[in-house]
């Protein structure tokens, strides 16, 4: 069984910063895919940033600039650093990884998700 658990939300500031963390676990052979998605009241979910086993990371538009992802493949946790956090980043935000067990199943896996207010 896979799990992934975030933690790091909380109320900030517009202007101000937040680390989101995500640690998965459980029968985990590899890791393809990590990434961070949220969803804002009342609108759909979307992606916010992602980054494979390679190192290559992708980011929302809206975010560039601002956010940063990382790995820890060992620890398999992936961090999610948010500068200059503005009322538009409120959101749930959702950690997701694309993953092969290992029991050779792969799949989508998603955690709970940890919510983010900006507001002053």
């Known amino acids: 069984q896979v799990q992934l658990v975030e933690s790091g939300g909380g109320l900030v500031q517009p202007g101000g910063s937040l680390t989101l963390s995500c640690a998965a676990s459980?029968?985990?052979?590899?890791?393809?895919?990590m990434a961070w998605y949220r969803q804002a009241p009342g609108e759909q979910r979307e992606l916010v940033a992602s980054?494979?086993?390679?190192?290559?990371?992708d980011y929302a538009d809206s975010v560039k600039g601002r956010f940063t992802i990382s790995i820890h493949d060992t620890q398999r946790t992936t961090s999610l650093q948010m500068n200059s956090l503005t009322p538009e980043d409120t959101g749930v935000y959702y950690c997701?990884?694309?993953?092969?067990?290992?029991?050779?199943?792969?799949?989508?896996?998603w955690g709970k998700g940890t919510l983010v207010t900006v507001s002053s």
């Open positions: 997701f990884a694309d993953l092969e067990t290992k029991y050779s199943e792969s799949g989508d896996y």
């Open positions: 459980g029968n985990i052979f590899s890791i393809n895919v």
């Open positions: 980054m494979t086993d390679d190192g290559s990371s």
